[in-house]
Each structure stands twice: as structure tokens, then as C-alpha cells.
């Protein structure tokens, strides 16, 4: 049975920092794009970063670029991540999730795996 965990949301205030992980027993991890999606209170699933098989390549929504860095650990089956400078918009919660395909995606519907998610509540 496939798991992908999310650990370390809470409550910052605006301008902190917090680090996402997302463990995953997924036996293809280290082949797969990772991505973090998140939904904030009565709205839809926004993307927020994607990584490819090998961590060489990245992409970000323009409304973290600058702010977040997605990593990945292939020898622990974890993603990362990072983010700074904080927003009160980026109140959400936070779902890691396993691609299909080997290259980095931002389309939701090219996720097969997600995880149950972590609450992230950025106080002004």
C-alpha cells in the first residue's frame, strides 16, 4: 500500500519559515516527479512546486517562486519543503503527491499518489 506522509506544518507568523517533509513508501520513488499542492478554506487545489526523478529540475506557481525551494532525498524516499518569507495567503493545507512520469508536472491530474496533507496557518 502506497503512503506518502507530510510532516512539519503549524503556525508562523508572516515573514517565518517552515519546512515540509513527505515521506513516501512508494517502490518507484526515485523514478517518479514529486510535486506539493495545497487548498486553502473554500478554494480549489492550487499547485505550489514539482520536482523532477532526480531533483535536477524544478518548477514553481509565481506565487511562491523566490520563497519556496522543493528538494528531494531519493536515498530516504522524502520531499522537501522549504519555505521563507511567509504570507498570510499562504495559509493552506499542504499535500505532497507522487507523479506519474519522471519529469516534473504542475497538472494535478498527472498525480497518481497524494497524501493526507499538513495544516500551514501564516498569522499577520
Known amino acids: 500500500q502506497v503512503q506518502l506522509v507530510e510532516s512539519g506544518g503549524g503556525l508562523v507568523q508572516a515573514g517565518g519559515s517552515l519546512r515540509l517533509a513527505c515521506a513516501a513508501s512508494?517502490?518507484?520513488?526515485?523514478?517518479?516527479?514529486m510535486g506539493w499542492f495545497r487548498q486553502a478554506p473554500g478554494k480549489d487545489y492550487e499547485f505550489v512546486a514539482t520536482?523532477?526523478?532526480?531533483?535536477?529540475?524544478?518548477y514553481y506557481a509565481d506565487s511562491v517562486k523566490g520563497r519556496f525551494t522543493m528538494s528531494r532525498d531519493n536515498a530516504k524516499n522524502t520531499v522537501y519543503l522549504q519555505m521563507n518569507s511567509l504570507k498570510p495567503d499562504d495559509t493552506a493545507v499542504y499535500y505532497c503527491?507522487?507523479?506519474?512520469?519522471?519529469?516534473?508536472?504542475?497538472?494535478?491530474?498527472?498525480?497518481?499518489?497524494w497524501g493526507q496533507g499538513t495544516q500551514v496557518t501564516v498569522s499577520s
Open positions: 503527491a507522487a507523479a506519474t512520469t519522471p519529469t516534473y508536472e504542475y497538472r494535478r491530474s498527472a498525480y497518481r499518489y
Open positions: 512508494l517502490r518507484t520513488f526515485s523514478s517518479v516527479a
Open positions: 520536482i523532477n526523478w532526480n531533483g535536477a529540475g524544478t
